[in-house]
Nanobody, 120 residues
Framework: QVHVRESGGGLVQAGGSLRLSCVASGRTYHMGWFRQASGKEREFLAGISASGGQTSYADSVKGRFTISRDNAKNSVSLQMDSAQPDDTAVYSC????????????????WGQGIQVTVSS
């Protein structure tokens, strides 16, 4: 069974930065970060291929969020800069066998999610 676990969530002031990390057990997967704000649908934020050679971003976070990975540690990170109150949400990491794009139904394994709160 594949386990996906996020860490690094918490409270950050508007304009500040936060770094989220995710570890997935087993083989090396394509990975993605998603978030779900209260009362809203879950949305794709960023994805990275298994090799790390390809990344994709949602327009809403492009230029502010950066996804990266360290395959030696089997970990993926999401660097959040210039945080805004609208970034407040539960952030989830997911692993896919086939894609690092925004197609949520193609992600096979999901973490439980962590809370990120941006104060104004």
């Amino acid at each position: 069974q594949v386990h996906v676990r996020e860490s690094g969530g918490g409270l950050v002031q508007a304009g500040g930065s936060l770094r989220l990390s995710c570890v997935a057990s087993g083989r090396t997967y394509h990975m993605g970060w998603f978030r779900q704000a209260s009362g809203k649908e879950r949305e794709f934020l960023a994805g990275i291929s298994a090799s790390g050679g390809q990344t994709s971003y949602a327009d809403s976070v492009k230029g502010r969020f950066t996804i990266s990975r360290d395959n030696a540690k089997n970990s993926v990170s999401l660097q959040m800069d210039s945080a805004q109150p609208d970034d407040t949400a539960v952030y989830s990491c997911a692993a896919s066998k086939v894609t690092c794009k925004s197609y949520q139904h193609l992600y096979d394994y999901w973490g439980q999610g962590i809370q990120v709160t941006v104060s104004s």
